[in-house]
């Protein structure tokens, strides 16, 4: 049977505060559960960062690319018990096909490499800003969709891709007004965890879920982990290595440990003499623990987090040389970060770094009677063609005009009045200086 109005009126979630009881019921006006609205203030503020995102994308020559949110399924089916493959906000559409809103970016321009083919020269530096989705039980309350920004580079074999892409973030990062007391950036590669792994021969097909597994350290109590790592079938020599090395804070013990010569002590080492020449040195430390939560990792991974607070992590990335295969084409090895629209604003808030983003109109056009308001539309329409934004306004008093012209921080105000149009004039108000004088209306700029 059809809802009867005042069930659809009190429908939805305790928050949505149901609109006052007419006899018509209004739609629950929230938005669906754990997304957002972006109203005018908040999508200055968002615009602001992605203004960032871009700026920096754009002095690192990263060319933009974009897809659909919607992508097949198959693109995002994993073995590694990945949270984000477990919270696929996935449905089958009216053809019947397995579709899902993508919960992250890099396997959308993984198949776009492949699609382009031969047809690209490689190295390819893309980035993209999109909205990302996942579907989680009501229990956790937390958000279902943010946006990221992603950077990656294909076809850079060596560090010179992670350090670009290091680089970019701290770029964002001083952007903002953030230092490296603020923020930290820790790395590591996974292939000191698969040099661990072959130390105790642990078979390779356990590596993406070991990693999975390890990335919850610091989430999970330590018994938590072992717990997991044993009943993946590792020994427990083998778990008490691998927590004893991911507890390193230093390449020289890793390199104790590891031997000398071992390609991941190598990698590292390189990235931290490109730092230096970039200079960035400060922003970065190295952390074996890192590991990063996707099963496609292979090498260096990092992740930028709030040295004071709950060392939230801000954005990550990491090298991803196999990814390619995994949907059936040939390796191009490739590195990338996804940076989310979230924590980055909490952590501008709580260091006050929010910046003030008020409106800003060049001008009000205001006829001041009914019979200019043909001429108001001209005044107006040239304006705009010389590039003013230009709020044309009616229907007011004059009294309306001034508190609005202050509210949406105009600096001019033009009135088109009988008198002074009949001698071809407008009336300007230059409102900061509160200067009035008429003007050509031909003649303005
Ligand atoms: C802090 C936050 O909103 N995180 C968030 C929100 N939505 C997501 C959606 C997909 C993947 C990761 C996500 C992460």
Redesign the pocket.
């Known amino acids: 049977c059809v809802a009867s109005p005042t069930a659809l009126a009190t429908s939805g979630d305790s928050s949505s505060s149901p609109a006052p009881m007419a006899q018509s019921a209004v739609v629950d006006v929230n938005p669906p559960r754990g997304t957002r609205d972006f109203p005018p203030e908040e999508m200055r503020l968002r615009s602001w960062l992605f203004d960032n995102f871009r700026e920096v994308s754009r002095s690192m020559a990263f060319e933009e690319v974009d897809f659909p949110v919607l992508e097949s399924e198959a693109l995002f089916i994993r073995k590694a018990g990945e949270e984000?493959t477990q919270q696929l906000y996935n449905f089958e559409d009216k053809g019947g096909r397995r579709v899902v809103l993508r919960?992250?970016i890099t396997p959308s321009l993984a198949r776009l490499v492949i699609k382009q083919g031969k047809s690209v020269s490689l190295p390819l530096k893309w980035f993209t800003i999109g909205q990302?989705?996942?579907y989680e039980r009501m229990t956790r309350g937390?958000?279902?969709?943010?946006y990221q920004w992603n950077m990656d580079i294909f076809g850079m074999p060596k560090v010179r891709a992670e350090a670009e892409l290091i680089q970019a973030i701290v770029l964002l990062f001083e952007r903002l007004g953030i230092t490296s007391s603020d923020v930290g950036i820790r790395l590591s590669s996974r292939k000191v965890l698969q040099a661990v792994l072959d130390m105790y021969s642990v078979p390779q097909h356990l590596f993406t879920q070991v990693c999975v597994i390890v990335d919850k350290l610091g989430k999970l109590s330590r018994e938590e982990i072992e717990k997991e790592l044993i009943s993946t079938g590792l020994s427990s020599e083998a778990v008490q290595g691998i927590i004893e090395v991911l507890s390193l804070k230093s390449l020289d013990k890793l390199e104790e440990v590891l031997g000398s010569g071992v390609e991941a002590v190598a990698d590292l080492k390189k990235l931290f003499s490109f730092a230096e020449q970039y200079g960035y040195a400060d922003w970065i430390c190295f952390d074996a623990s890192v590991v990063r939560g996707l099963a496609y990792y292979t090498g260096i991974v990092f992740e930028a987090f709030d040295r004071e607070g709950e060392l939230r992590a801000i954005c990550g990335g990491g090298r991803y040389d196999r990814l390619l295969s995994t949907f059936g084409t040939e390796d191009v090895p490739a590195c990338g970060f996804g940076f989310?629209d979230?924590?980055i604003v909490e952590l501008l808030k709580e260091k006050g770094l929010l910046p003030d983003l008020s409106r800003q109109i060049d001008d009000i056009v205001f006829p001041l009677d009914e019979e200019l308001e043909g001429p108001a539309s001209s005044v107006a329409s040239s304006l705009r063609k010389k590039g003013r934004s230009v709020d044309l306004v009616e229907d007011k008093r004059l009294k309306w005009v001034f508190k609005h012209a202050e509210r949406i921080n105009a600096s001019r105000l033009i009135l088109v009045g009988k008198s002074e149009w009949e001698r071809g004039m407008v009336r300007v108000k230059i409102l900061s200086t509160r200067e009035e004088f008429e003007v050509k209306a031909g003649e303005l700029q």
């Open positions: 984000i919960p992250e990302c989705w996942r937390r958000r279902r969709e943010h989310g979230a924590v």
